[in-house]
């Protein structure tokens, strides 16, 4: 079996075409995980995310109230030593999980992300959240037309917003 002529290309050609391939394919995937309603800007919920109460937020993001249950796997610090960057993570075992929303009570506006999860998906989000003062953290998930919490009080020593 031969092989057809192929120029030699340096290493440096090479590292470019690798890079090019990864930057296209991270651009790709970064696409695939837009904000729940980043794709479609007529559907996007603004009007929720200008609410200062939990129940008005959920109001005009679901329109409906939530129950605790304890399939919502909410993963947040106990202390967060910088407000600015709070690391929050949702995971939930509910059947036809399609919403997932975080709320931070005490913030100026209460509703902090929402995100649409496809049919088929794994329901699991992770984000930063900014955080103005010590205050409880509300993850929303919403499974099978109903809605479900889960809740986490997070002690802020430096606050984000400023404080």
Request: proline share 6%; glycine share 6%; hydrophobic share 45%.
């Given at each position: 079996?031969?092989?057809p002529d192929v120029a030699p290309c340096g290493r440096r050609?090479?590292?470019?075409?690798?890079?090019?391939?990864?930057?296209?394919?991270?651009?790709?995937?970064?696409?695939?995980?837009?904000?729940?309603?980043?794709?479609?800007?007529?559907?996007?919920?603004?009007?929720?995310?200008?609410?200062?109460?939990?129940?008005?937020?959920?109001?005009?993001?679901?329109?409906?109230?939530?129950?605790?249950?304890?399939?919502?796997?909410?993963?947040?610090?106990?202390?967060?030593?910088?407000?600015?960057?709070?690391?929050?993570?949702?995971?939930?075992?509910?059947?036809?999980?399609?919403?997932?929303?975080?709320?931070?009570?005490?913030?100026?506006?209460?509703?902090?992300?929402?995100?649409?999860?496809?049919?088929?998906?794994?329901?699991?989000?992770?984000?930063?959240?900014?955080?103005?003062?010590?205050?409880?953290?509300?993850?929303?998930?919403?499974s099978d037309g109903k809605l479900?919490?889960?809740?986490?009080?997070?002690?802020?020593?430096?606050?984000?917003?400023?404080?």
């Open positions: 079996m031969t092989f050609t090479a590292l470019k075409a690798i890079a090019g391939g990864v930057a296209t394919l991270s651009l790709f995937e970064a696409s695939m995980l837009l904000p729940a309603y980043a794709a479609d800007a007529k559907d996007w919920p603004a009007d929720a995310f200008k609410q200062k109460s939990e129940a008005d937020a959920l109001k005009l993001l679901y329109g409906k109230s939530a129950e605790p249950s304890d399939k919502v796997d909410l993963d947040a610090p106990e202390i967060a030593e910088n407000g600015a960057v709070v690391p929050i993570a949702v995971t939930s075992t509910l059947p036809n999980v399609t919403g997932i929303a975080l709320l931070v009570l005490e913030n100026p506006y209460t509703l902090a992300a929402a995100y649409k999860i496809p049919q088929g998906t794994q329901p699991a989000v992770a984000s930063r959240l900014k955080m103005a003062k010590t205050t409880k953290v509300v993850a929303v998930i919403e479900f919490t889960a809740s986490k009080d997070v002690k802020v020593t430096v606050g984000g917003c400023g404080g």
